[in-house]
């Protein structure tokens, strides 16, 4: 079983619809938890950390749960440039590793 | 302010050959890390510097890569010899000491076919 896991997708979704990813962890060790983007044939970039209490940067809402081990990220109106692979990261040994999930692709069609 | 940088972008190698790919941080980031992704994979990590020390090589897939940071600043990977299965793109990413661990940013990658 893979440490952090995601549903590969893709997500087909229209323009101003919500979507939401969720992950899966099997280490309960992680400290942190961050969701990337990366763009095809591009670098991951980061677009937000997830806390417990969850919280919220514009559109976009992560939230954890470290009880039942996932980690969600919600984006509400989509747009045609949120089409991306979303990434989601577990930090462990306080920084000294991260162990990235396999990737959830979204298409946002006009 | 210039973003992490590598070189070359793209390598294509014989199996047997010898590839060094090198990594420029961020000014004054302190963490280095080293990351690869094989096709239809996950990015794995495969070590972590701060400055000029290893913190973390538990990702090193065998001995016939080398990672070093002398002097704390670039970083340069080697793969010697290379084999069919380290076809990949390498990621470098830095952050700074002190924050946000997870706030890495990513260069942009050397795309590594051996032929």
């Known amino acids: 079983r893979k440490e952090v896991e995601q549903d590969p997708g893709p997500f087909n979704v229209p323009e101003g619809a919500t979507v939401a990813f969720n992950c899966t962890y099997s280490?309960?060790?992680?400290?942190?938890f961050f969701w990337y983007r990366q763009d095809c044939r591009k670098e991951p970039k980061l677009l937000m950390s997830?806390?417990?209490s969850g919280n919220e940067d514009g559109r976009f809402t992560a939230q954890l749960n470290r009880a039942s081990q996932y980690i969600s990220l919600l984006i509400r109106d989509s747009k045609l440039s949120d089409s991306a692979t979303y990434l989601c990261?577990?930090?462990?040994?306080?920084?000294?590793?991260?162990?990235f999930g396999p990737g959830t692709r979204l298409s946002v069609l006009p | 302010e210039a973003g992490v940088t590598q070189f070359p972008s793209h390598s294509v190698i014989e199996k047997g050959q010898t590839v060094t790919l090198r990594c420029d941080p961020i000014?004054?980031?302190?963490?280095l890390y080293w990351y690869r992704r094989v096709m239809g994979k996950e990015i794995k990590f495969l070590l972590h510097?701060?400055?000029?020390?290893?913190?973390?090589e538990s990702g090193m897939p065998n001995n016939r890569f080398l990672a070093e940071r002398t002097g704390g600043t670039y970083s340069t990977l080697k793969v010697q010899p290379a084999e069919l299965e380290d076809s990949g793109v390498y990621f470098c990413?830095?952050?700074?000491?002190?924050?946000?661990?997870?706030?890495?940013?990513f260069g942009p990658g050397t795309r590594l076919t051996v032929l």
């Open positions: 990261v577990g930090e462990y040994n306080y920084g000294q590793n991260f162990v």
């Open positions: 997830v806390y417990s």
């Open positions: 280490n309960s060790a992680s400290q942190s």
């Open positions: 000014s004054g980031h302190d963490n």
């Open positions: 510097f701060v400055k000029e020390s290893k913190q973390d």
């Open positions: 990413a830095s952050s700074q000491s002190g924050g946000l661990a997870g706030s890495q940013f």
